[in-house]
């Protein structure tokens, strides 16, 4: 090992890119660790409480590119308190203070002040990325900030976040001298934007290759940033409405025929559904197509669309494409590889459904389909079955049944026959969801067969506790477990409580585990946070230990308990 | 009914006799007196305005009138209610499709929602209600009462709407240390709740904040210029 001078090893490590395989690198002996450490660049962070900036940075001196996470899973779904934590300011504090050259940063589920992002936008000269995901607390202010200040910025990416912007200045701040855009998100942004400044923004970025415009950005724009950007990959619409037989229409499908690297298409968030053949064109080359926010498009419309897009990888859809649209996926989508199919009315009346027969058809046609989120109607074993037959190569498969607990509607059973087949066939499954009626055995068989699996998520399922004993025991690689309405108790919750140092979390909501429980699990285990979470009005937790715990999550730290928990949440 | 546990720390299934009860056979887990899920879940879907979960239960008595019955199903069991968190879907994307319904060119009647945020001076955490839930300011000022249960809503009237002609009774509710409700229209002023009929609040309201008497003063003036300049 003491062969090679420093700078070769750390040549050889520059190779090494996966996060998994560099932590092993800085394993195998001290100087490896001492290389290794000097040389990461980029660092991921599945939970931002597993550890402090401070450690991370005294580590990683020369780190470049952070990633991080904050709430659990659950809080996508409105079952965290939304004070619950994961705020990024410290961590920008920390490193803003430390002198380290942060070119990237990208957060999930993480509370972003405009205080942060300012901090950020003037603490990092070379900061280039800044990509955030389902995040909150900021506004088109902190925006404003980091398109002033970051004069090298390449990358503003806003997914799916809840923004406070009223006023649509902060596109106007990126200064004359910013011509280094690569890629501009503002898709989840509700208010105006300045289409002037926009328009001259796009026109001095030659290299931009990805811009995802939000619903008020008008056709006629569309139809100028097309005309200036035909070199773009990706492009999200904002409003596309127009007349098929008018002037400005013509002018849309010239310019769109302009754009032939164009491989990811989302957006129209705003359409006529008589307008899309001015797409057909670019349709050939598609690979990415996430149709998701558009409810206006169903039917033949929709159908006639996908049928253009015969290289299509990536397919996110409503739920009104009907088990019929969904033969058409799968008899022109021989390459597809993700499928998602959103439900269109999200408060469950399940008018425009897909069933079982629409993922058959897929499962198919499709034999590279690997990745799968499909909210439906209704499922049967049977096509369970048939489906883990097709496509023995899914690597994530959710399935969300509408309607909680409903069994096959063809023999009255629960789906425990056709997630076992889902388990057994596919070997390679990292991430699963389950629905529907599920009895014990389904976990039997999950324990038994998903040995790859990381990620669980269960939902008002299982008759006891030994559903959980078969899950803890079996999956070896388990990372996440998450938990929600199962009679799952502390006989589960305590069998194995080591087993919960070697994940990264474990969520329980509305099951059979008790404050004594919890505390126990805190008592063993001094290298785990026990959160309890409580949101009802009492101000004081009951303090009786038979009571049950209404939410629990528990995760592994090196740094102890967090100081900035809220009231609602109590750290055993 | 789960029966209550002991006051001894057990670690065995709960209303169980003792520890090791889980290794026995199916029959002596149904004579502990654990609720069965199907059970629990009955009781989750039937539940009214429960704590933590406002913005997404629907309350069964006045729900199904907003809801298109589905064509599939007629007999759809109540389980159809809402439950928080279900299905799984991102409150953004909810949000979005919501949105979608009200302004969108095909926008179905009575399956939109108007949700907004609501927060109270003082309260840790904000909330979210669907102000089409409610049928006037009686109701959602139960609801909202509900949901704070610290807050007190003043003196509404016999319409539910503060008589805006009359400057004395409207500055002793304001005086008083009741809180009151105010939102955020859609051209961004902030205003004092029930100050226009029921629906036209409805369309216009884009956020509420519970703020006490005292501090709500300040919001009267341009709430009665607003009044008297439609009447």
Redesign the interface.
């Known amino acids: 090992m003491n062969y090679f001078p420093d700078e070769v090893l750390e040549h050889v490590f520059d190779s090494i890119a996966s996060h998994k395989d560099r932590n092993s690198v800085s394993l195998v002996c001290k100087s490896w660790y001492r290389i290794e450490r000097y040389s990461r660049r980029r660092v991921f962070i599945g939970n931002c409480y597993s550890i402090s900036p401070e450690r991370l940075i005294a580590r990683f001196p020369g780190l470049k590119s952070l990633t991080l996470k904050g709430k659990p899973h ?1 809080a ?4 965290v ?3 619950w934590g994961g705020f990024v300011y410290p961590w920008i504090k920390a490193l803003a203070e430390s002198g380290i050259g942060l070119e990237e940063l990208r957060l999930k589920r993480m509370v972003v002040s405009d205080e942060s992002l300012e901090l950020l936008s003037k603490s990092f000269a070379n900061f280039k990325s800044l990509v955030l995901v ?1 995040c909150e607390g900021f506004s088109a202010d902190g925006l404003a900030a980091v398109a002033a200040n970051c004069r090298f910025l390449r990358e503003l990416d806003l997914q ?3 923004v406070d912007d ?1 006023r649509g200045h902060w596109l106007s701040c990126f200064p004359e001298s910013c011509t280094s855009l690569v890629s501009l998100n503002f898709a ?1 942004l509700k208010g105006e934007v300045n289409l002037g400044a926009l328009e001259r923004l796009v026109s001095r970025s030659p290299n931009l290759k990805s811009l995802r415009l939000n619903r008020l950005v008008p056709l006629d724009t569309l139809q100028k940033l097309l005309m200036r950007a035909p070199q773009l990959v990706d492009l999200g619409i904002g409003s596309y409405v127009h007349d098929p037989s008018s002037e400005a229409s013509n002018k849309l499908k010239h310019a769109i025929q302009r754009c032939k690297s164009i491989v990811s298409l989302s957006g129209f ?2 359409v ?1 559904p008589r307008c899309m053949s001015a797409i057909y064109p670019i349709c050939g080359n598609l690979t990415t197509l996430n149709l ?2 558009a ?2 498009l169903h039917g033949n419309k929709l159908t006639k669309l996908i049928q253009h897009c015969r290289k299509l990888q990536r397919l996110w859809i409503l739920d009104r494409i009907g088990d019929k649209g969904l033969g058409v996926v799968a008899s022109t989508c021989k390459e597809l590889q993700e499928l998602r199919v ?10 425009d459904a897909v069933t079982e027969e629409g993922l058959v058809l897929v499962s198919a046609g499709c034999p590279k389909l690997n990745s799968l989120l499909y ?1 439906c ?1 209704q499922m049967t074993n049977a096509a369970l079955i048939t489906v883990a037959r097709n496509c023995p190569n899914f690597i994530r498969f959710r399935l ?1 049944i ?4 409903k069994p096959d509607p063809v023999t009255n059973q629960p789906l425990d026959e056709g997630f076992g087949a889902i388990v057994q066939s596919c070997k390679r499954l990292k991430r699963l ?1 389950l629905s529907g009626l599920l009895t014990d055995q389904v976990f039997l068989y999950i324990g038994m067969y998903a040995e790859q699996l990381e990620m669980l ?1 269960i ?8 559903g959980m004993l078969y899950v803890l025991n079996g999956c070896k690689k388990l990372r996440k477990l998450e938990i ?4 799952f ?4 919750l ?1 069998e194995d409580v080591g087993k919960y140092e070697t994940m990264r979390s474990l969520w329980m909501s ?1 099951c ?1 585990v ?1 404050l ?2 919890c505390k ?1 699990v805190a008592e063993k285990m001094p290298s785990l946070n026990v959160e309890i979470i409580n ?3 009492q101000t004081e937790f009951n303090l009786d ?2 009571q ?1 715990v ?1 939410k629990m999550y528990l995760y592994r730290t090196l740094v102890g308990h967090r100081k900035d928990a ?3 949440v109590w750290i055993l | 009914m789960a029966s209550m546990l002991g006051t001894e720390l057990c670690l065995g299934l709960p209303g169980g006799v003792g520890g090791g009860g889980g290794n026995e056979v199916d029959s002596s887990l149904r004579t502990t007196g654990k609720r069965g899920f199907s059970e629990t879940v009955d009781l989750k879907l039937n539940l009214q305005a429960k704590d933590g979960g406002m913005d997404l239960i629907k309350n069964l008595d006045n729900g199904s009138k907003e809801k298109p019955v589905s064509a599939k199903d007629p007999a759809k069991p109540p389980a159809k209610a809402q439950v928080v968190g279900w299905p799984p879907v991102r409150s953004y994307r909810k949000n979005v499709m919501a949105n979608n319904k009200n302004t969108g060119e095909e926008s179905e009647k009575g399956s939109s929602a108007a949700f907004v945020k609501v927060s109270m001076d003082g309260a840790p955490y904000l909330r979210k209600v669907d102000l089409k839930m409610y049928k006037s300011y009686q109701e959602l000022s139960d609801a909202l009462a509900k949901m704070f249960s610290s807050f007190t809503m003043g003196n509404y009237g016999s319409q539910g709407m503060i008589d805006f002609m009359n400057e004395s009774k409207l500055m002793d509710l304001l005086n008083s240390s009741d809180y009151v409700p105010s939102y955020e229209d859609k051209d961004g002023d902030w205003m004092l709740v029930g100050d226009v009929p029921w629906q036209m609040f409805v369309d216009s309201c884009k956020r509420l904040r519970i703020m006490k008497g005292s501090e709500a003063i300040g919001l009267a003036p341009r709430a009665m210029e607003k009044c008297k300049s439609r009447a």
């Not at chain 1, 509408?402 to 607990?405: A, E, N």
């Open positions: 659950f996508d779904f409105n079952l308190p939304y004070d389902s799916e976040n809840e009223h989840c968030l705003e006529a998701s926010y409810p206006g959103f439900p269109s009315d999200p408060f469950g009346a399940g008018n909210f109607q969300c509408l309607d909680p607990v969801s998520s939902a008002f399922a299982a008759d006891s506790d030994k929600r309405d199962c009679p108790g502390n006989s589960a305590l509305s059979e008790t004594g429980g126990t949101e009802s009005d230990e038979g049950k209404d809220p009231e609602s």
